[in-house]
């Protein structure tokens, strides 16, 4: 399970998040990729991502343009499909919710991307 944080346009996320003391302090313990798109983050469970989000929540809304869990490989949920989901406000199943499909720049040099699927709820936009 992954945590992706696709960095808001000429933000260099890994850069901005080891600059800061405070956000080297909560990474210390879970390495984090420097992707092109901004970073991503190995974590156990989706308990563990949330939390993590949730630590790093001022610097998501400052440096981050969308922050998405693994749910399976090739699809992710939205901060706030995952949290309904731990919430137990239902279950993959019986969510309500919409799929929609997002692509990574994985390398803009090379102009590379990544078609993943994103699960969102039903108000959520991406962006």
Request: proline share 3%; net charge negative.
């Amino acid at each position: 399970m992954e945590l992706l944080l696709i960095g808001k346009d000429g933000t260099d996320l890994y850069h901005t998040l080891f600059s800061s003391e405070t956000s080297r302090e909560i990474l210390r313990f879970y390495r984090p990729k420097r992707r092109g798109f901004g970073i991503s983050v190995t974590v156990i469970s989706l308990g563990a991502a949330l939390s993590l989000a949730s630590e790093l929540r001022w610097y998501i809304r400052r440096y981050v343009r969308l922050a998405l869990i693994e749910a399976e490989p090739g699809t992710y949920w939205t901060l706030g499909y995952a949290r309904a989901i731990d919430g137990r406000e239902g279950d993959r199943e019986s969510l309500e919710g919409r799929t929609t499909l997002f692509s990574l720049d994985e390398s803009p040099e090379t102009g590379g991307t990544e078609k993943i699927r994103v699960r969102t709820l039903p108000d959520e936009e991406i962006g």
